[in-house]
């Protein structure tokens, strides 16, 4: 399984992005999907996830501006981000979870960069 993201850049605060997860490779069974962060010398920190049961789930940082969404027939995953600012400056990481010989195994992409200039 590869994971691609794309869709990062430039805007300027208000502004927004649409990100995108391609995933390529055969998911038997997958544990959920979802999006990372990671700013310069800063921990990675979770940004949304979908389980594939339940409802997404958010960071309380991006609670009503970022919606997580996920087209089956693409086998992709979206992070649409309104309201962009500075600090959702970041390199957004994708990652899929799969249920590996009864473990999680969890595959990630390279990253896309977003910069919110204020």
């Known amino acids: 399984v590869h994971l691609v993201e794309s869709g990062g850049g430039l805007v300027q605060a208000g502004g927004s992005l649409k990100l995108s997860c391609t995933v390529s490779g055969y998911t038997v069974h997958s544990c959920g999907m979802g999006w990372y962060r990671q700013a310069p010398g800063k921990e990675r920190e979770l940004v949304a996830t979908?389980?594939?049961?339940?409802?997404?789930t958010y960071a309380d940082s991006v609670k009503g501006r970022f919606t997580l969404s996920k087209d089956k027939v693409d086998n992709a995953l979206y992070l649409q981000m309104n309201a962009l600012k500075s600090e959702d400056t970041a390199t957004y990481i994708c990652?899929?979870?799969?249920?590996?010989?009864?473990?999680?195994?969890?595959?990630w992409g390279q990253g896309t960069q977003v910069t919110v200039s204020s």
């Open positions: 979908n389980k594939g049961t339940g409802p997404n």
């Open positions: 990652v899929l979870c799969e249920w590996v010989r009864g473990q999680r195994l969890n595959t």
